[in-house]
């Protein structure tokens, strides 16, 4: 039997139910250790950001909060996990690019020291706001640097036509949302922030971003004291994905950015990365149970007991991801199947053509590589419950999130007369 930081896989399942999410934390921990120990510069003061739209929970903040990592959230709602976290204010970046009046007031509250300003309308009401609270707050400018790094076009966010930040061409409205912010007396200018995209495999993307940024800054004159250069790093989810090693991806943009500013000659105090995917993707394995199986004229079906309501992925990008029987590990492929969730759509196919032995009902199907972007994208479709997160370690396990029940999916259907 297979088994996740010495943990069989069907004591997981009969503990916890099917299908179920499970992070090996070693492995998480090592992601951010890498990241807090190989983005360092003897140049400028570092900080790694952990997108926590990858998967959030108290849980998995508090490890980070432990390992001298920070975050950035993107709504309210990230944020109020944050909160319930107790992660430090200070620690905290806040994105998104149409932030609502209550969002930007609960991060105020709460002291959320930095915010990313995506666009021109939301510096007045950052200010607005600021002023009324009288809440001190640092803002970064996300600028789009219109570098097209080479992933699915969904994920790429540096494209011309993009819906992020800024044109890196908008010269002169960049500035004006700097006067803005200089002029009023609550938030201070920090610098910049740029993203190119996700799951992107190659360093040369980042390395381009950087440069382009670095002379936008010399070109425009512009004081920066901190420099976010987003995330995007790759992960393997299939053998054809050759993620560039953390440890130099780490080094390679380091070594980018030193060169990049003592070429321009310009000083910045603090350079700040945002991975997400990389930290808990190959951490994240999906357990499935098999029900049914079907022959069809060209095709073998396998189906689980899960599907694109826990990991809508493959459906929304065509992503792809590799599975074993976690029962069967060390028996001989037999076929290829169609691994198809329960969802009543028939593009609710998780894997295509698997290589499996022998697929019965009651195996136990283990997809690798869900722990980023599957959780945090699950959905109720069909009324599927979203699975329990288990973390595991070292032969230990601990529940991080509770499944869901029709129970409590039944406490949003309500029916009362509205007061109008
Ligand atoms: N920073 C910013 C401003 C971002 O927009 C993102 C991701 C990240 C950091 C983290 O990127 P990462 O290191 O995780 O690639 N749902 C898609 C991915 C969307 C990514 C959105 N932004 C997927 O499942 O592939």
Redesign the pocket.
């Known amino acids: 039997m297979y088994k996740i930081s010495g943990v069989a896989c069907d004591t997981l399942l009969k503990a916890c139910g099917s299908p179920l999410v499970v992070y090996d934390e070693n492995k998480i921990d090592e992601q951010i250790r890498l990241y807090v120990d190989n983005f360092k510069s003897s140049a400028f003061e570092t900080e790694v950001i952990y997108?926590s739209?990858?998967f959030t929970c108290v849980a998995m903040l508090e490890k980070l909060q432990k390992e001298g990592a920070s975050i950035?959230v993107?709504s309210g709602g990230e944020l109020y996990v944050a909160i319930q976290a107790k992660f430090p204010a200070q620690r905290i970046y806040f994105?998104g690019n149409n932030k609502l009046d209550e969002e930007i007031i609960m991060a105020l509250d709460y002291q959320v020291k930095t915010i990313?300003i995506d666009n021109l309308h939301e510096v007045h009401r950052v200010i607005a706001l600021a002023e009324q609270k009288q809440q001190p707050v640092d803002v970064l400018i996300?600028i789009n640097p219109k570098v097209e790094a080479h992933t699915?076009e969904?994920?790429a966010?540096a494209t011309a036509d993009s819906k992020?930040g800024i044109s890196i061409d908008l010269v002169e409205e960049i500035k004006q949302m700097i006067t803005l912010i200089e002029e009023s007396s609550y938030v201070t200018f920090k610098g910049f922030?740029s993203?190119i995209?996700?799951?992107?495999l190659a360093y040369e993307g980042f390395v381009a971003a950087i440069d382009k940024m670095v002379d936008f800054i010399k070109e425009t004159g512009i004081t920066v004291s901190t420099f976010n250069i987003?995330?995007?790093?790759?992960v393997r989810y299939t053998k054809d994905d050759t993620p560039v090693p953390t440890a130099h991806m780490c080094k390679t943009l380091i070594d980018s950015l030193e060169t990049a500013f003592a070429k321009a000659d310009i000083r910045v105090d603090k350079v700040c990365m945002?991975?997400?995917?990389?930290i808990v993707g190959e951490a994240g394995y999906s357990l499935y149970t098999v029900g049914f199986k079907k022959q069809t004229q060209h095709k073998q079906f396998a189906f689980i007991d899960g599907g694109m309501a826990d990991n809508i992925?493959p459906a929304?990008?065509e992503?792809k991801y590799e599975c074993i029987l976690a029962n069967k590990e060390h028996e001989a492929i037999a076929g290829v199947y169609e691994i198809a969730g329960k969802c009543c759509e028939s593009g609710d196919i998780l894997i295509h053509d698997a290589p499996l032995p022998k697929v019965e009902a009651g195996d136990i199907l283990l997809m690798f590589t869900t722990g980023?972007?599957g959780y945090s994208?699950a959905s109720n479709y069909n009324r599927l419950n979203r699975p329990a997160v288990v973390f595991v370690k070292d032969g230990h396990a601990r529940q991080v999130l509770a499944r869901e029940s029709f129970e409590t999916q039944m406490l949003l259907d309500v029916q009362k007369d509205i007061e109008l």
């Open positions: 997108a739209k990858a950035d993107v994105h990313v996300r699915h969904f994920i966010t992020f922030h993203h995209g996700s799951q992107i987003g995330g995007g790093f790759g945002e991975p997400g995917r990389s992925r929304l990008y992503a980023a972007y994208m």
